[in-house]
């Protein structure tokens, strides 16, 4: 595989379309030139056959000698046939070439460039909507480069060409010839306006039917869950009757054009025959210069007719290129501004004072004023009901997004003096429902360790985290492809994954989201275990769902709508009115009822009907 060089689209955007299409031709322009050169050559050639029909009727036909010259004739036809269809030929390639060079250039570069996006654009922006820009939308550019533009080129020297030759052969006849252009010219700028809008319309309604396809596919456990089929059915269906509707307009467009467009240019095609007959009839002009017009005045027609198709066709690809370049305009996060990088390791002593943030766009605090200190090593639990705020003051850690208040210090240092890629080096994450990769077991594992590492490492980090003796069982070992052309791993087993992948990185600080409540008791002890193990030495935030897995914390920090509202350990919290308190009690009470019914159940001969066949959760929220 040839991978494409670096090349910044950034330093193609300019305010005037042309200009940025013109740019975005760097390193492609000597063989698109030769596409353009290519097909003038091929439309002087053309040319070059009828005035060669001339000149056989004129001079030739009627004249003694014509076994000498016919066969001459004869040839030159062929010879001028065969250059023209070798000059398409290569034109046509060298446009494919580029156009396709530059596509995948572009796709190359979105692709990376969307991924380098701040997590505030995500937030904001569809996947639905991105994979439509990165795809359709450079298709249509795509189509700009092959046939568009170089049709445009073609379409200017056919019309030159064959309009000088028309001059030479009579003046009059060419001005007659031509008489229809500016009609056709202010009618194609006008359906190209109602194109363009037309087109956009259309381009964003199918961007929200592939994201309404890609929420369902990524979502299709809770549609099945709540049996929601049908209702999920009626609102694509009407996503899908929106891109009907405006897909039927954008061709009402187009084929309003064409019918208008064939009428005036057929109609001055008739003019010029009716004009060159009667002056050939008068002896005005000769029967070969007659027969010469026939041939020339239809590719002179050509062009202006295709002018207009293009315009239109052209309005496409230059919408869809400016919805590319509002993709290209978002400044990337940057990974590597930030000054302070330290010579040693990073020891982990972390100082929130007074920190307050507010997403991107929104009024009100989701932190406010959090202010704690943990030393280096130290595991600091964050407790608190869904929506206090927690997953966003971790997110502060790795700079996934900056505080707007206050201060956060690692190792006596502001965090936005350190760049974000040194800062997400020193941190692992351990989410509550990790994602794989559709990649072996082992890929997954080393994901991100930025090293080669050996298989007695990788199979060492897998018993810490107590995945070993799953993966052996598997046919392939660490070689098992997981995800969608795989094995499915269950919630628990993602999670030890997830485990080992980050003891393999060894980073000095650690993110753990607990998800030990969704997993049954025996796992729930062995992913405690391999947390453990995990947080060994480093400083760590746990996200807690129970007050078991924050029992042992150094500290405890109990927030409730952007604010610390209880702090301590979990002694001196039980030791405390509050909330607390409060979640502690209910908890126990809940396992207590919970361990009594389980009881109960196993108990009774028979169990109710509501329970078989079903599964029971019991959940809690905290
Ligand atoms: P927790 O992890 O405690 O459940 P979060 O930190 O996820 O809480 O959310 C805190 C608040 O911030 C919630 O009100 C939530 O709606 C809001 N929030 C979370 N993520 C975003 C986001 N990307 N954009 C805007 N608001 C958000």
Redesign the pocket.
Known sequence: MQTTPEFDFRNTVSDHRLVGLWRMLTGFRLAYLGAVVGVGLAAVLKTGTYLLLRYFVDDVLGQSGLGRTVPLIALGFVGLALLQGGFTFLSGKLAAQTAEGITRRLRNYLFDHIQRLP??YH??TQTGELIQRATSDVDAVRRFFADQAIGVGQIILLFVVNLAAVVSLNRQLALLSILIMPLVLVMSVFFFKKVSAAYEAYQEQEAVVSTTLQENLTGVRVVKAFARQSWERDKFEQHNWEQFQRGRQLLVMHSLYWPISDILCGAQMLGGFLAAALMAINGDISVGTYLAYHGLVIWLIWPIRNLGRLIVHMSTGLVSYGRVLELVREAQEPLTEGSHIPTGDVQGEIVFDRVCFE????E?K??KSVSFRCEPGQVVA?L????????????LLPRF?DYTGGSVTLDGVELTAYPRRFLRQQIGIVEQEPFLFSRTIRENMTYGVGRDVSDEEVEAAARSAAIHDVVLAFPDGYQTLVGEKGVTLSGGQKQRVAIARTLLKDPRILILDDATSSVDLETEGVIRGALERLMQGRTSFV?AHRIQSVMNADLILV?DR?QIVQRGTHPELLAQEGMYRRIYEMQARVEDELEWELGDIQLAEDLPDVMEGETVYVGLAV
């Not at 997403?359 to 929104?362: A, K, L, M, R």
């Open positions: 997590f505030t937030d904001q997403y991107d766009g929104e009100s989701v932190l964050l608190g009901s869904t929506g206090s705020g927690k997953t966003t003051l971790v997110n997004y996200i927030l952007g």
